[in-house]
């Protein structure tokens, strides 16, 4: 029976080119390449009732006239939605196998129980795989939002205020905290937007949008290097449409292409 194979190495996924220009991931009934015995294929929930398996390699594969290697992010712009939905929760399979080995009570070897849950050869301590929350608002103040540019940004564009909810606080509180702690902005009405699962590695974004009530943009030197106000008429460079920072502010501009 023929399965997807979602074939990683480090952070590229393994394409299959078509014909017709466009991308797709290798649907076939054995693995598109070699599978070492030490290798652990890992069987994810079926996408439209077809199998899902991923792995990875320890090398690229170069120099193919059937596949290339695309970077995950990127595939976004190559793939249809689902498939790239789906290779972000191979990629954060592979990185949770990848992390948890070893038992964190005794140090035992762990193995796989389930298809996605881990148990200790020795003391039979069971694991799941881990989801870091994190939350992100569109402050708003009349016809301005506040944008920042985060010092971990690769390129230079802004983008939301964000940040990982902590334990003991709600999701609004969480979003409360971080306009406060990285702006110095206080915020009301703060309201839920929409989720997206952040495979990088293992998120999950939860975004709001929210009104400014007061206080002067004192930034918090340590994560932000740039803020401000920003109107429709007179953006900066902002995320890609990936994103879900992109979306709150799409849906902010009315850009809905």
């Known amino acids: 029976m023929k399965s997807y194979y979602f074939v990683f190495c480090k952070e590229d996924l393994l394409l299959e080119k078509c014909s017709d220009g466009s991308y797709t991931i290798p649907l076939q009934e054995e693995a598109p390449t ?4 030490w290798t652990n294929v890992m069987n994810i929930t079926p996408l439209e009732g077809i199998g899902v398996k991923t792995y990875r390699i320890d090398a690229p594969i170069v120099d193919n006239p059937r596949y290339e290697m695309c970077p995950l992010r990127q595939s976004y712009f190559k793939l249809s939605k689902p498939l790239y939905l789906k290779a972000g929760k191979c990629q954060e399979l592979l990185y949770w196998d990848q992390n948890t080995k070893y ?17 200790c050869t020795e003391c039979g301590k069971e694991i799941w795989p881990q989801l870091a929350t994190a939350v992100i608002v569109l402050i708003h103040r ?4 506040l944008l920042v540019r985060a010092k ?13 909810v902590e334990t003991g606080e709600t999701l609004e ?3 409360a905290r971080e306009a406060l702690e990285e702006t110095g902005v206080t915020i009301t009405n703060i309201r839920y937007f929409g989720s997206q699962p952040w495979p990088y590695p293992c998120g999950l974004m939860v975004g709001f949008n929210a009104d400014y009530v007061s206080g002067e943009i004192h930034l ?12 429709k008429d007179n953006l900066p460079n902002i995320p890609e449409k990936l994103s879900i920072a992109r979306m709150l502010l799409d849906a902010w501009t009315g850009d809905n292409d």
Do not use: H
């Not at 070699?34 to 015995?37: A, G, S």
């Not at 038992?103 to 881990?118: E, L, Q, W």
């Not at 971990?152 to 990982?164: E, M, S, T």
């Open 152 to 164: 971990n940004f690769k390129r230079d564009y802004y983008g939301l205020v964000a940040g990982f």
């Open 103 to 119: 038992c964190g009570v005794c140090g035992a070897p762990m193995r796989m129980d389930t298809d996605i849950s881990k148990k």
């Open 34 to 37: 070699e599978v070492k015995p």
């Open 173 to 175: 509180e969480a979003v």
């Open 220 to 231: 918090q030197q340590s994560e932000i290097a740039k803020g401000g106000w920003f109107r």
């Open 142 to 145: 009349g016809d301005e939002v």
